[in-house]
């Protein structure tokens, strides 16, 4: 435990550029700062850096890009691989275990040890590993390196110890699953073909025991050469030349039979009493021509020949389609008997699986289902019924159902929220799904101990919001929201201008939710706001339009010398709404008609609202839609910071241009100022006066100008701000496609963000420098705010810098100059994050009052204070004033996320409204009344009087400021060679911490109010676009991110969660007895071979078969028992942190122990005095005078 005790002398009453002045820290631990107050600041801090601990949790989603498939028939779970070397294991719902080949090398093929609790998984790189799957965590056995040759199949029968592995070669090698050694025994290619076959057969591409004997190994080659290797003599029984390729083999459970699927759609069965030629040969889907030809067919990848005792038996394979139809889609073909049914996927088929009820592959297979996996989905269909239904799938597998571009994370939800919004959410689930329990069933999980109510929201592209239930590390879908049924649907054009709106004009930018009052607003791709309201009842609704015009003039950026550093807006009268202006509230009418009429030849929206009534379903149901306007031709910028508060009945947002309020109450707009015209005589900024304007041009000029120029920019704006977001390729080909349309923009923000391009505004041509050289101006409506020098931590990519993960005209090209105000900057000031809450507007202020915090791209705090009616009467009559001459407060960097914590430490939290339902039938006799919740600041602290402190944090820096006083009493330098992508003040082991995510991937997390650091780990070696916009933290020690276009990775930092993790996962292994084998009769058994003597081990040991070259393969030991990988304790960084962190807390324990060494030498002192005084007074009395 730390005590921080601060006594500061007096009041500051410098101005606001004195009051930025702080001296800069970069020192581990936060810098307090002299500050004079009478104050005395007594903090108890209870964090400590033991309390921190990073660490993986769990990952939810679709496995993206597939690549391999598995089943366990005796423990009933699923393994899913993919490209980029991760392993997902499922069971019953609950059981969801990620792993991950350290390699990173693409999964080739997956096989369970069925009913062993283990797993071989094949790589690219020609490894294979053997997975321990009896610990929640799985880790590597063994691991087998091949050296010459690469793998291409691999098999291992049931109940053997013993792999096979066949490779490009074409050579079959076996591998000891115990020892992971590779056995002396080699089936060579050139033995297996026919001495005079004078072509090489190509790689192996199956490889299978045969039912009836287990010493005949099945050997298929990709050109069409199959052999049957007797693996007692050493040689071929039989060989079988095809002419077309083969793609895959399947046994009749007799081993008599078996069937192959080729590359010319055509199926062969192959009856081994005469392998000169195919018993049947079968086009499923080649028609006859009319010249009596086949058509030519798509290849078969896969088949499966699989009996039931109560019917025909199934042949199940995919592919085979003719090529005579263009667009087709893929499918999974069903024959039973003379029955052919045909599934048509949604996606391309990576793989599928027949699941039977025996794992003996010489008994009646008894199919019962059917696993397709598909390139973006997981399916499984229903074998026991005529029409074939799918499962209803409880793994949250449609994440990316529509590309996510936003996250939210909120941790100790309301408890009720859950259940009511599962609720509503039922009743619009998909019916027909078969009435079956879900088959992969295996696994145990139990809710732990450690849970409680968590809600993940995720926003998409097509404008979609999706509730999820993350409670207990699970998550399960709860609620869909559609944005666009607020629209009329776009109605197909013409030319240039149909172009605008035909790809995802409803796309999800941000969300803010208050889980209290239930209020929910949702920021659109199109800046538009929609503000919702929750009700359990349907309701006939008109949806009220405000129209903001929040857009500087294009004439305002002609050249340098004649709009030198000067805003985008011009004076408030011609441009902009007066800052005190209320607005009609009625529908449409959110602008003075003034400006209206003031906006020549074009103003274009891309989405047009219903003006109608409209029934809305129980739910979340619009109340209010707020469109910013297109001028003159001009998109509006996007929105890039977004604020609700529900008590105060007032929504906020702003973006590059400036700053509006609505009353969503009143609906009307309160404020709508630009950037500069907030700070007043405030301005920390030396700007330069506005040079003489020059004449405008006349309309029709304009108009002529703006249509034959704005459109490729401004579409570019509107689709590619999330493109990387959406984007599901990998292809590194066409992300470089995408970039070579234009050769002076990046088009992952759509904006010229080049380090050799320069920032051009749409419809004009580029601005020339002048012999003086860069000068500080403000841009046009088309350009970025402004540039950042690409270091290395960027690599070329963009990340947005607020706090709400969408300021898409930030990018990593901006300059991060710690002198925020140098003349040669080429700015714009954004508004960077926002926040409501009681505070002290004014340093003369005594009582708390709502205010506006507003945080800007260049470091700039704003407080704008407001006033509020109290009475409910009076709230919806009378006007609310706001008064933007509130303080000014300074930090490096933009600025990120706003905290506020009382006198002791403790966490102030934003007033709220209690939510009820204003669709419910209301009791005359007791009206329904507004009932606030108020987190006043000077209400939780007695001894320390009022005030309180807030917490800024900006890309660079974070400060804790007295208020108010306005006097900064700690700041601590974050990071001087990247920045902050996020950062949050989050609740942890009953304290709070500020927590950061810096775009070099480190995670971080500082003491409050003191910033001193208690957790710096190297988490992600790089940090993408998509990490970046989707990384948020939460209260409890949790933080999610979007580890690829179709997954949610959750992670903690927090060491209780940690050490808890292993009771929440769940086992992937049960102790289950293996089904025995029928009883064969001794007639089968008679007649049917010896297959039940044959020893493997006699065969393939060392002392038959002697040892392989040790030049073929490496065999690698695993770290068998280790309980996953401690992602704190990786890389050299995290480890020079952590003892840094040490270091400074063993500093200060050792200047505790230095004080309390020191008072214990003046007790000592003290006590030897009063000894010494007691001896001389005592010195010449005799015994008896005692």
């Known amino acids: 435990m730390k005590k921080f005790r601060k006594v500061l002398d007096g009041l500051t009453t410098s101005s606001p550029g004195g009051t930025i002045g702080s001296p800069s820290c970069g020192s581990a631990a936060g810098t307090p700062t002299a500050a004079p107050t009478p104050k005395e600041i007594d903090v108890q801090e209870t964090l400590v850096s033991e309390n921190f601990q ?4 769990v990952r939810h989603g679709f496995p993206y890009q597939p690549t391999a498939l598995a089943f366990d028939p005796v423990q009933k779970i699923l393994a899913v691989g993919s490209r980029s070397g991760g392993i997902r294991i499922l069971g019953r719902p609950g059981v969801d275990c990620y792993c991950q080949h350290e390699s990173g090398a693409a999964v080739l093929q997956l096989q369970f040890l069925i009913n062993e609790g283990a797993l071989v998984t094949a790589c690219a790189d020609d490894t294979l590993h053997l997975w321990n799957l009896r610990q929640r965590r799985p880790a590597i056995l063994h691991s087998l390196k091949f050296n010459r040759e690469r793998i291409t199949f691999c098999h291992l029968p049931f109940q053997s110890k013993w792999l096979y592995v066949g490779t490009e070669r074409g050579n079959t090698h076996i591998v000891n699953i115990e020892s992971f050694i590779l056995s002396g025994y080699v089936i060579m290619w050139n033995k297996a073909i026919e001495l005079s076959t004078k072509t090489h057969p190509g790689p192996v591409v199956h490889l299978s025991d045969s039912p009836k004997d287990e010493g005949k190994l099945l050997i298929g080659f990709e050109s069409g050469t199959i052999v049957q290797w007797d693996l007692r003599g050493k040689k071929a029984d039989f060989r079988i030349y095809y002419d077309e390729a083969i793609h895959s083999v399947s046994w009749h459970h007799e081993g008599k039979q078996f069937m192959c699927s080729h590359s010319d759609g055509s199926l062969t069965l192959w009856n081994l009493r005469n392998t000169t030629k195919p018993f049947q040969v079968t086009f499923p889907h080649g028609k006859i021509q009319k010249d009596g030809r086949k058509e030519s067919c798509k290849p078969i990848l896969k088949v499966e020949y699989k009996t039931s005792r109560s019917s025909e038996p199934f042949v199940i394979f995919s592919g085979g389609l003719s090529y005579d139809k263009a667009g087709r889609r893929p499918t999974l073909t069903i024959m039973h008997g003379k029955a052919i049914t045909v599934l048509e996927m949604d996606y391309p088929i990576v793989e599928f699986m027949v699941l039977c009820e025996t794992p003996y592959n010489n008994e009646v297979q008894e199919p019962y289902a059917v696993v397709v996996l598909l390139e973006k989905d997981l399916i499984v269909v229903d074998l ?8 209803e799938n409880p793994y949250p597998m449609d994440i990316h159902e529509s590309p996510v571009t936003c996250t939210a994370y909120f941790a100790d939800c309301p408890p009720d929220i859950i259940p009511i919004l599962y609720s509503i959410g039922a009743k619009h689930k998909k019916t027909g799904y078969s009435q079956k329990e879900w088959p992969i069933s295996g696994g145990t999980w139990t809710l732990g101990s450690h849970t409680y109510p968590e809600i993940i929201i995720t926003g998409h592209a097509d404008g979609s919001i999706k509730f999820w239930d993350a409670s207990a590390i699970t998550l399960q879908m709860l609620y869909k929201l559609k944005t666009s049924k607020v629209f009329e649907k776009p109605k197909p054009g013409e030319g240039r201008a149909a172009e605008l709106v035909e790809e995802d004009p409803f796309a999800v930018q941000m969300v803010s939710w208050c889980p209290q009052s239930r209020i929910f607003c949702v920021v659109g791709i199109s800046a538009h706001i929609i503000l919702y309201r929750f ?12 129209e903001v015009r929040l857009q ?7 050249s340098p010398s004649e709009n030198e550093n000067n805003p985008c807006f011009s004076d408030p009268g011609s441009h902009s709404p007066q800052p005190h202006h209320q607005h009609p509230a009625s529908p449409s009418s959110g602008t003075p008609e003034g400006i209206k009429n003031s906006i020549p030849c074009l103003n274009i929206q891309c989405l047009s609202l219903k003006d109608r009534v409209v029934r809305v379903p129980p739910g979340y149901q619009a109340e209010l839609v707020i469109q910013l306007l297109w001028v003159d031709g001009e998109p509006p910028q996007q929105i890039t910071s977004l604020d609700i508060n529900s008590a105060y009945g007032l929504l906020a947002f702003g973006n590059c241009n400036g700053l509006a309020v609505v009353d969503y109450l009143q609906k009307t707009i309160l404020l709508c100022m630009s950037t500069l015209d907030l700070y007043g005589p405030a301005d920390p900024y030396q700007r330069l006066t506005r040079s003489p304007r020059r004449n405008r041009q006349s309309t029709s000029e304009f108009c002529m100008r703006g249509l034959s120029n704005f459109y490729s920019d401004s579409k570019k704006r509107i689709r590619t701000s999330y493109q990387s977001l959406t984007e599901l390729s990998d292809n590194q080909q066409s992300i470089d496609m995408e ?18 391009s320069q920032p051009c505004s749409a419809g004009k041509p580029r601005v020339p420098m002048g012999p003086e050289g860069p000068r500080l101006t403000r841009r046009g409506p088309g350009r970025p705010p402004f540039r950042k020098a690409q270091s290395a931590a960027c690599m070329e990519i963009s990340l947005p810098v607020s706090h709400t993960e969408e300021s898409r005209e930030n990018s990593f090209s901006r300059s991060r100059s710690s ?3 140098s003349i040669d900057r080429d700015t714009k000031e954004a508004i960077t994050t926002l926040q409501f809450g009681e505070s002290y507007g004014r340093k003369s202020d005594a009582l708390p009052t709502p205010c506006l915090w507003v945080g800007t791209s260049l470091g700039v705090v704003l407080l704008i204070p407001m006033s509020i009616p109290t009475d409910q009467e009076e709230r919806m009559e009378e006007p609310v004033t706001i008064g933007p001459s509130g303080a000014v407060l300074m930090l490096k960097g933009s600025v990120l996320r706003f905290g506020f914590l009382d006198c002791m430490g403790v966490l102030i939290q934003s007033p709220y409204e209690v939510w009820r339902d204003l669709n419910a039938s209301e009791d005359p006799d007791r009206p329904r009344r507004r009932k606030l919740v108020h987190f006043s600041p000077s209400s939780s602290q007695d001894a320390c009087g009022d005030g309180h402190l807030a917490v800024v944090c900006s890309e660079r820096q974070a400060k804790v400021f007295l208020m108010p006083s306005q006097s900064c009493l700690f700041v601590h330098n974050i990071t001087e060679s990247s920045f902050v992508l996020r950062a949050d003040v989050v609740s942890v082991c009953n304290s709070v911490s500020l927590a950061c995510f810096c775009a070099n991937g480190h995670v971080m997390t500082l003491s409050l109010p003191s910033l001193r650091p208690l957790m710096d780990v190297n988490y992600l070696p790089l940090t993408d676009m998509r990490i970046a916009r989707t990384f948020c933290f939460t209260n409890g020690g949790q933080a999610l991110y ?8 959750r992670i903690t930092y927090s060491q209780e969660m940690c050490d808890n993790l292993q009771e929440m996962l769940g086992e992937l292994f049960t102790p289950i007895e293996t089904p025995e084998a029928q009883n064969r009769g001794f007639l089968k058994g008679f007649f049917g071979g010896n297959a039940h003597t044959f020893d493997r081990e006699e065969l393939f040991g060392e002392a038959a078969a002697g040892k392989a070259s040790r030049s073929l393969a490496q065999h690698i030991p695993g770290q068998a028992g280790v309980e996953g990988m401690k992602v704190a304790a990786s890389g050299a960084v995290g480890e020079l942190a952590r003892a840094r962190i040490a270091l400074d807390e063993r500093g200060q324990r050792l200047g505790e122990l230095e004080e309390r060494t020191a008072l214990m030498m003046t007790s000592a002192e003290t006590f030897s005095k009063h000894a010494h005084e007691l001896m001389l007074k005592c010195k010449d009395k005799k015994w008896y005078q005692f």
């Open 54 to 57: 990073l660490c993986k949790t």
């Open 739 to 756: 970039r070579s349309k234009s050769p002076t923009s990046d088009h992952v923000n759509g904006h010229c963000t080049s380090p050799t």
């Open 819 to 821: 002198s925020v105000s």
């Open 535 to 546: 009700s359990k009842y349907d309701a006939n609704t008109q949806i009220v339009s405000l």
């Open 384 to 391: 026991t019924q005529s029409n074939f239904p799918v499962f």
């Open 552 to 558: 500087c003039e294009s004439e305002d950026v002609i």
């Open 1042 to 1049: 979007l580890s690829s276009p179709t997954e949610i990775q």
